[in-house]
C-alpha cells in the first residue's frame, strides 16, 4: 500500500504543477478547459479581460457587457479561429478588426447593440464560415458590400433585427452562402423589396423555414403579410413606376438634346454670318486697294 502512495505522490506533484501553469495562463476568473479554449462567459466583463494567452483558438466571451473590441484585436490573437460575443453591448466593429489573414472561422456577434453593418466590416476575411449577427435590435442598415470578399462564409444570422430592407448584393455577393436567416425583421414590401424578393423565390432553400417565415408590411395599409402569399405579380406596379421614370428620363434627355442642337446650329450660324461678314469686309478693301 505505502510504495503505491510513495509511487503517485511524484505524479500528482507533477500533474498539479502542470494544472498551476495552466491556471497561470488564464486570464483571472475566466476558465480554461484545454489549451486553446478560454471560457470567459457569463463573468459581468465590462471589456476584454488582460492576460489572454496569445495563442488561444477558442475564446468565449458571451454574457458580459464588453462594448468594444480593439481594431488589432485578431492581430495580436492570430490563431484565434472561433470568437463568442454574444449578448455583449458592441454598438460597432471598428475597420480593419477582420482581414484576409484572419483565421476566424466562427464570429458570433448576436444580441449586441449594432446599428450599422458597413462596408469591408469583415475584411474580406475568407476563412469565415459562420456569421452570426441577429438578434442586434437597432441593426437597421446593412451595407450592400458590407460582406464583401467573405468567400467561405457559409452561414449569415441576420434574424430579428430591425431590417426594413437589403439590398440584394450584400447577399449575392456571397458564393458559398449555404443558410442566411432574415426572419423577424420589420421588412417593408415597397419597390426597394421587390429584388430581395426575388432573390428570396430564387433561393428559399437557403432559409431555415423558406420564405413561409418571414413576413412584411404592405407599404398601403400597413398589413403585415407572409412573404409566401406575395408573388412576383406584387410587385408589378414596380415596374410600371420604373418604365415611367424610364419614360421621364427618355422624355428629359430628348429635351436636353434638342436644346443642345438648337444652340448647336445657332452658334453655327452665328460664325457661318460672321465669317460672311468679314470676308465680305475682305473684299470690299481688296476692290478699294485695286482701284
Ligand atoms: C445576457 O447576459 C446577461 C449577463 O450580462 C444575462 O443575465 C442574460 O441572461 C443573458 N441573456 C441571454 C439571452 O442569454
Ligand atoms: C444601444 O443603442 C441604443 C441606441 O443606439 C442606446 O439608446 C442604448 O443605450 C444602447 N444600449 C446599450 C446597452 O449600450
Redesign the pocket.
Known sequence: MLPCVCWLQPLLVLLSSVLRAQGENCPASCLCPDPHTVDCS?R?LTRLPDEIPLDVRRLLL????IPRIPSDFLVLYSDLVYLDL???SLSHIEPGTLSTSSRLVFLDLG?NNLTEIPSGTFGQSRSLIKLRLGNNPYLSRVNEDAFLGLTSLRELELERNALSGLQVGALSQLPSLRVVRLEGNPWVCNCNFANLFGWLEENSQKLPNGVEGMECTLPMDGRRVSLSQLSQDSFRECQITLTLTDLLIIIFSGISVSVVAIMTSFFLASIVHCFQRTSKTTKGDEEESEE
Not at 62 to 65: A, F, G, V
Open positions: 457569463g459581468g458571451s454574457d458580459n457587457c454574444r449578448n455583449n444580441s
